[in-house]
Nanobody, 125 residues
């Protein structure tokens, strides 16, 4: 079936780094932008970043700008989120989502066609 699968989460100390992966099965990711979202306990889900179909356009929430970087390898049907200088407030379940929009404009709003199941990121000493 059509599916997105996140991986790469884990426990990291403040200031550390993680790289999340979002791999597609059953469809070709190059037709989709990929949005990254996160949800912390007791908080609403928020948009984190987005990468366009070609990788040439990206968007980031102010809270992660300068620390997180989205990239994609369409040949591998995979999108990545490199997270550097992690902070405790980054602790959340991270999700990737796909939709056919060509651009990462207002990526935090609107509907997405596919969602992954999420991967836990915990930033703690």
């Amino acid at each position: 079936q059509l599916q997105l699968v996140e991986s790469g989460g884990g426990l990291v100390q403040p200031g550390g780094s993680l790289r999340l992966s979002c791999a597609a099965s059953g469809f070709t990711l190059d037709n989709y932008i990929i949005g990254w979202f996160r949800q912390a306990p007791g908080k609403e889900r928020e948009g984190v970043s987005c990468i366009s179909r070609s990788g040439g356009s990206k968007g980031y929430a102010d809270s992660v700008k300068g620390r997180f970087t989205s990239s994609r390898d369409n040949a591998k049907n995979t999108v990545y989120l490199q997270m550097n200088n992690l902070k405790p407030e980054d602790t959340a379940v991270y999700y990737c989502a796909a939709r056919t929009s060509p651009l990462c404009i207002n990526f935090w709003s609107g509907s997405y066609d596919y969602w992954g199941q999420g991967t836990q990121v915990t930033v703690s000493s």
